[in-house]
């Protein structure tokens, strides 16, 4: 496999582009790595100048501020859901009829 310097491959990444193949087949048909021919093809556009202009007009992303609200759950009729208060205020609730062997395992794990 033949390792061409930075000029070769330049051209190489040139060659490519007006090729119309496929990467692989392009690599093989030269013979020269795969992954090195990805670097020089990723260094070439991240460098291409119309890349940069468009960038720099552009106004940067900004995070907006969130807030959280916690809201109360919709309560179910009686006897249609098995709470389980957790510490720190957490609830737990579970469909009538959950097995009480699942709950105790989970509860169990959970400390």
Do not use: C, I, N
């Not at 119309?50 to 720099?56: D, G, I």
């Amino acid at each position: 496999m033949r390792r061409p310097g930075p000029d070769e491959w330049k051209q190489l990444v040139e060659e490519f582009e007006a090729s119309g193949v496929s990467q692989k087949e392009f690599v093989a048909e030269r013979d020269v790595s795969l992954g090195a021919f990805q670097y020089w093809l990723y260094k070439k556009s991240r460098s291409a100048p119309e890349r940069r202009s468009a960038s720099v007009d552009r106004p940067r992303a900004a995070f907006l501020p969130v807030e959280v609200v916690t809201s109360a759950a919709p309560r179910a009729p009686e006897g249609l859901m098995l709470e389980v208060a957790l510490p720190r205020g957490r609830l737990l609730r579970f469909p009538e009829g959950t097995r009480a062997e699942y709950l105790a395992h989970l509860l169990a794990v959970l400390g």
